[in-house]
Structures are given as structure tokens and as C-alpha cells.
């Protein structure tokens, strides 16, 4: 997947603007594809050059004037196209994971501490990802929403991003309890 593809179905529901997109990406888009707000201005450049979206100046009273951008039919092609492509099989990438692998030659203080940093912020995602699936249901129960919504896409991926976050803080409780446990002389059961 390249980051065209994320930005195009970033701005499906409405027109947004560079900021507002940076936005959207920290809170909904990032739990499956991270990009710094450069990135996408950049992307946002390159997709408006090629047809795929297309950009209107918004003239603001005692603020800047701002571009709003929105998704063309050529846009709309592309996501078809990108839709109907076989999915490439995910790969993590984690840094604590190597950390985690080395923990039989290293201090494992530190990454004991880590592990339970990252279980923290994994707590914190978990409670964003619950109330966004909140706000966008409106009120309806998860089973009435995912029979009658309108666009459940953006829900799924947020359903997504907590079973990942649920699973990711279970692991880095579980192995800080075990490195703590080994770490103090004990054996893990």
C-alpha cells in the first residue's frame, strides 16, 4: 500500500484541509498506516498533480486562507483499483520486539520498564479506539450499526486498531511479568 491510498480514503467523508488531514491520520488513520504531517502535504501535492484529488482555496477572515482537498472520480477510481489488488500479509516491525529477543544477554531493566510504558500507551489507544467506535455508531448498538450504518469502513479499521492494541498490551503485560519474574530469581508458570 503506498500513502496515496491512505490519504484517498482519509478524505471519502468530506473535504478536509492539510491540517485537518494530519489530524484524521493521528486519530483514525494511524492505527494501520503512520505518516508525519510533511508526508502528507507532500502526498496531497502529488495526488491534486495527478487527478486524484482536487484542491479549492477557502479564504479565512483574520486567519491564513486554507486548501480544502476532496476525492475526484479519478481518486475514486484509483481506491477501486487498490480495492480489487491482492493485500500483501503485514509485517510488525518493533523495536521493543528486538529488545524482548536480546533479553537473555541484556540488562532486562530497562526493557522491563519499556514494556510497561508501551502496556500504558496501549491502555490509552484502547480508550481513544472505544470511543471513537462509540461516537461513530451514534448511539446505535455495534450489531444494528454493522447491518444498517452508512460507512462502516472507518469503523472496522478502528475495530482493527483495538483488537491489535488489546493484544499488544496483554503481550507486553505478560512478558514484563515474566522478565520480572526471572529477573528476581522466580519461574514463570
Not at 532486562?108 to 462509540?134: G, H
Request: aromatic letters at 8%; charged letters at 30%; proline letters at 3%.
Amino acid at each position: 500500500m503506498a500513502l496515496r491510498h491512505a490519504v484517498l480514503a482519509a478524505l471519502l467523508d468530506e473535504e478536509l484541509s492539510g491540517y485537518q488531514l494530519a489530524k484524521s491520520f493521528d486519530l483514525g488513520v494511524a492505527n494501520f498506516w503512520h505518516a508525519l504531517p510533511q508526508q502528507l502535504y507532500a502526498e496531497l501535492a502529488k495526488l491534486e498533480a495527478d487527478g486524484l484529488v482536487a484542491g479549492r482555496e477557502v479564504v479565512q477572515e483574520s486567519r491564513p486562507n486554507k486548501r480544502l482537498f476532496k476525492v475526484t472520480d479519478e481518486g475514486l477510481a484509483e481506491l477501486e483499483r487498490f480495492a480489487a489488488a491482492s493485500a500483501k500479509p503485514s509485517m510488525l516491525r518493533d523495536d521493543l520486539a528486538v529488545k524482548v529477543q536480546s533479553s537473555d544477554l541484556v540488562d532486562t531493566a530497562p526493557v522491563i520498564a519499556q514494556l510497561r510504558e508501551r502496556a500504558t500507551f496501549a491502555r490509552a489507544k484502547i480508550e481513544l479506539f472505544e470511543s471513537l467506535l462509540l461516537k461513530f455508531r451514534k448511539g446505535l448498538g455495534e450489531e444494528e450499526f454493522l447491518r444498517g450504518g452508512e460507512r462502516i469502513g472507518p469503523y472496522l479499521t478502528c475495530l482493527g486498531g483495538l483488537v491489535f492494541e488489546q493484544g499488544y498490551l496483554e503481550w507486553c503485560e505478560r512478558i514484563a511479568g515474566i522478565l520480572e519474574a526471572r529477573k528476581s530469581g522466580g519461574r514463570h508458570e
